[in-house]
């Protein structure tokens, strides 16, 4: 079983920058670590994902201004968010897929509320 643990996230001005950080324990190899977002009424969407060995994708809707990073010593992922708009408030999920079995697990979700 794999915990994932979500900080950072809160309520911001346009413009201003927040750090998403997220943890896993126990320590796997991971396949890719990445962030979702779900924002009411919307469907969750990939906003930066990390593959291992492979780079990163960083949707467009963000692209530019997000910037996820792993750092392996810690077994985490961050994502920096800057210039954040209206339109990225959300509650920002962290996803991780273990490589040697495939599963995927969910963090328990931080809110990101940027206002005008």
């Known amino acids: 079983q794999v915990q994932l643990v979500e900080s950072g996230g809160g309520f911001v001005q346009a413009g201003a920058s927040l750090k998403l950080s997220c943890e896993a324990a126990?320590?796997?190899?991971?396949?890719?670590l990445a962030w979702y977002r779900q924002a009411p009424g919307d469907q969750r969407e990939l906003v930066a994902r990390v593959v291992d060995g492979a780079g990163t994708y960083v949707a467009p809707s963000v692209k530019g201004r997000f910037t996820i990073s792993r750092n392996d010593a810690k077994n985490a992922v961050a994502l920096q968010m800057n210039n954040l708009k209206v339109e990225d408030t959300a509650v920002y999920f962290c996803?991780?897929?273990?490589?040697?079995?495939?599963?995927?697990?969910w963090g328990q979700g931080t809110q990101v509320t940027v206002s005008s």
């Open positions: 126990p320590i796997y190899t991971f396949a890719f």
């Open positions: 996803n991780a897929r273990i490589a040697i079995s495939s599963q995927d697990y």
